[in-house]
């Protein structure tokens, strides 16, 4: 008994004198269950949040011949700006309007930021189509110059986060060309050289294709919408990325929510003529 004693006395010592080398290379650890899952989230892959969103600028011919498109585009804004996702705040830019007898000069300076960038403002900006006025030339460069100088400048940017990625896109609205002198396509290309970050989308109202080069240069998309109704509406659709059909479905569900059923007021003595349909709002 003794002797076995002295034996693992002197085995222990063994062990103190000279650890294992596994141990010495540190591989065996101890974790509490809290400390197990501190060490699982500094495993994890980095999570990097971004803040992706695209700042949408609404560029609105209002020169005199635009008179009737306005009412259509209100009333196809007012269904498709409802329908467009957080990740896409909207401002709204008008050129041209009514110049109250001010001179040329004055007239191809007509632009005005009607309302800034911001999610949900389609009050704002149905209201402040619904207010402006229609009347003089259609100064359409210096409105893009004005979009992307001012507009898209840092200090009106949403939401300035560093880590924040911001695509920029102009939807411009016009029946006609550039009648104060401005070249709209040279500047694009000009500005297009030096930097990637805004694309235009141009809605062409009547049968000209002089400004595809915007949407050509810019990565964007040219709609010509000649007096179709439906390719107007189809190209706001495509333009805020709806779902293709968006106004239609919207449409139609308004029209049926809206219906009421009216009873005919006839004479009891005369009988019904056949095939009668009642027709109305």
Not at 88 to 106: A, E, K, P, S
Not at 138 to 161: G, Q, R
Not at 173 to 201: F, K, Q
Request: net charge neutral; charged share 25%; with cysteine.
């Amino acid at each position: 008994m003794k002797k076995a004693l002295i034996l693992l006395l002197a085995i222990f010592s063994t062990t103190l004198a000279f650890p294992l080398p596994e141990a010495q290379a540190g591989e065996f650890k101890v974790y509490s269950p809290r400390a197990y899952r501190q060490l699982q989230k500094l495993q994890e892959p980095i999570k990097v949040r971004t803040n992706s969103y695209t700042q949408t600028q609404l560029l609105v011919d209002y020169s005199g011949s635009m008179k009737n498109w306005i009412k259509v585009a209100i009333e196809t804004l007012e269904i498709v700006l409802p329908n467009v996702t957080r990740k896409n705040i909207v401002g709204l830019r008008t050129f041209g309007g009514r110049n109250n007898g001010g001179n040329y000069q004055t007239a191809c300076q007509m632009s005005n930021l009607v309302t800034g960038f911001s999610r949900r403002n389609d009050e704002a900006i149905l209201t402040g189509l619904k207010d402006s006025r229609v009347g003089g030339l259609t100064p359409i460069e210096f409105a893009l110059h004005k979009t992307v100088d001012e507009d898209f400048a840092p200090a009106n940017i949403f939401d300035k986060k560093e880590d924040a990625k911001k695509s920029k896109k102009i939807i411009l609205v016009t029946d006609g060309h550039d009648t104060c002198g401005g070249d709209p396509c040279a500047y694009i290309r000009e500005l297009m050289s030096e930097r990637n970050d805004i694309s235009i989308d141009v809605i062409q109202l009547g049968s000209g294709t002089h400004l595809a080069c915007l949407a050509e240069e810019s990565g964007g998309t040219f709609y010509q919408v000649n007096n179709n109704r439906e390719i107007f509406e189809m190209a706001f659709e495509q333009s805020f990325e709806l779902p293709e059909g968006s106004i239609q479905i919207s449409k139609t569900i308004e029209n049926e929510s809206t219906y009421k059923e009216k009873t005919p007021h006839y004479n009891q003595d005369k009988p019904l003529a056949r095939k009668y349909k009642y027709v109305g709002n």
